[in-house]
């Protein structure tokens, strides 16, 4: 009797769960060795690298924070050496918010994040964005081998049970799917967001039957995990390039401070998750598509807005910020936004936040 091959499945085609397929399928003589398949429970492959096109252009490599010695800071009303100095230490704070993915800083493991190194120079982009990397790693697997719209609700482990339903050979890990389909495997792979396993290892999730060993439960409880949210916007085409007395309506890159929360200077109109983002800038030089970023609450919030209230946010920020700009006063119209795409990160089941 010729025994059936072990079968592995990998939970997940983001990048973790594409490079140990990848991996274990180039293997020497794997083939021969097991049966591999991996399950998505979204419509693509990638996970948190997802290329869009907006307006054109791949938005997802594009982030190139510039740096100028000589930028001028535009605020509101009067601003003191104190307020301003808040002001400028709350926009660095809000940049580095974004870089951590913490909501606040206070919850920051300081110590493991300064083994994190930046290299020197500027900012690598990839061709055709970060999901060719994700199309290189899924090209050498066969048709069929990824299995999309596969959400596992449920990874039952059952070591001791003998299932005939597969040519009388016991596979010990059942997975049940949302549609209440259900596979059986030898081996699984999770390779889940961080967010959807600390959701999974609640008392009332079931995602693991039996639950998982306590140290690893304590290991998922004590990792960092945030929401870090993009927003795009494309400013309109009547803000293609005029030039009045030598003044170019190109945006600027506009590095943000404002007053503080509690100050009576603070404009009332301006909505409070903008005051938590740094910076507006364009994508690249000269480009009509800009970029912002958002960490915590101010990005969940962001993801319950409308476009039309986002634009609403926005334009009213940005008119206010650039009403004394040299350029505005030589008569230019102040710069107008047509269409807004933006990243749910914190809300898509599937992710459940970012790392």
Known sequence: MVSKKPRIVIIGAGMAGLTAAN???TATCSKELFELLVVEGGTRIGGRINTS???GQGLDAYWRLTKDEKLAVNGVGNWSGKSLEEAIFAMHENTQRTYT???????????AESEYKMFPGEEITI???YLSVIESLASVLPSGLIQLGRKVVKIE??????????NNIGLPVKLHFCDGSTMYADHVI???SLGVLKQGIRQDSGMFSPPLPSFKTKAISRLGYGVVDKLFLQLSTSNDDQEINDCK?????LQMIFHQSDSNLRHPKIPWWIRRTAFLSPIYSNSRVLLSWFAGKEALHLESLNDEEILNGVSTTVSNLLSHNLCNSAGIPQPKFAKVLRTKWGTDPLFLGIV
């Open 190 to 192: 999770v390779t889940v």
């Open 23 to 25: 991996k274990l399928y």
């Open 53 to 55: 096109e907006f307006c």
């Open 127 to 129: 061709a055709k964005g």
């Open 101 to 111: 993915s913490a909501g606040d800083l206070r919850t920051l493991d300081y110590d």
């Open 157 to 166: 482990w059952q070591p001791e049970t003998k299932n005939t339903e597969i």
């Open 249 to 253: 309506t190109k945006f600027p890159f």
